[in-house]
């Protein structure tokens, strides 16, 4: 079966500190993943997908397909990092399937 | 990158009655989604809208109760049919850009029936 998890709902850091949203995913083919994310009262946008392995606002996400997992990673977060993370997974035929979401909250 | 904008941002509609939501692209795409986010709860697909052909539904969702249109390549409506308080819900219109997955995403409809 595709599927996403996102077994964290709520996750609280002090500013400064590592943060780490965990994502698994589940599907049979090559897995094309990303993570979404949604700012308070700002629609949803792309923050990065795996292929381009790029660094997007200080986050990084590396695809571990021994573990099935596309982590999205931190090294000092900032308050303006509070926000709705969603990881999804393209899951052929333009289908995207996302995770049930993981709210950042980062304390000053 | 495509910029997308919706009608109404938010309604409040009696059960029984239909809503038809508006979702503009400000450029021609071939891909649009509906979704839906029920309050606390991640995106579901409702349906694939490309130009020209039928939506495709997906799973737990069918044409009679959500009928879609793609007039053009810039334009979609979703009309949310004979509601009921289980379809107060957020719902999405987005876009496929570049001929992978990536998505761009339309503010919302906040759609609420009593």
């Known amino acids: 079966a595709q599927r996403v998890t996102q077994p964290e709902k709520l996750l609280s850091v002090f500013k400064g500190a590592p943060v780490e949203l965990k994502c698994n995913y589940s599907y049979s083919g090559s897995p094309e993943l990303f993570w979404y994310v949604q700012y308070s009262r700002q629609r949803l946008q792309l923050l990065l997908r795996?292929?381009s392995r790029e660094s997007i606002k200080g986050f990084t996400a590396d695809l571990n397909k021994g573990e099935t997992s596309f982590h999205l990673k931190k090294p000092f977060a900032q308050e303006e990092d509070s926000a709705m993370y969603y990881c999804?997974?393209?899951?052929?035929?333009?289908?995207?399937?996302f995770g049930a979401g993981t709210r950042l909250f980062v304390k000053a | 990158s495509a910029v997308i904008s919706q009608k109404p941002s938010r309604d409040i509609c009696q059960r029984g009655t239909s809503l038809t939501i508006q979702c503009q692209v400000d450029s021609q795409v071939t891909m649009m989604f509906w979704y839906r986010q029920q309050p606390g709860q991640s995106l579901t697909l409702i349906a694939t809208?490309?130009?020209?052909?039928?939506?495709?539904?997906e799973s737990g969702f069918v044409i009679d109760k959500f009928p879609i249109s793609r007039p053009n390549l810039t334009f979609s409506t979703l009309t949310v049919s004979n509601m009921s308080p289980e379809d107060s819900s957020i719902y999405l219109c987005?876009?496929?850009?570049?001929?992978?997955?990536?998505?761009?995403f339309g503010p919302g409809t906040r759609l609420t029936v009593t």
């Open positions: 809208a490309n130009q020209g052909s039928e939506a495709t539904y």
């Open positions: 795996h292929i």
């Open positions: 987005s876009v496929e850009v570049g001929g992978g997955y990536e998505q761009y």
């Open positions: 999804a997974l393209g899951a052929g035929g333009f289908k995207t399937i």
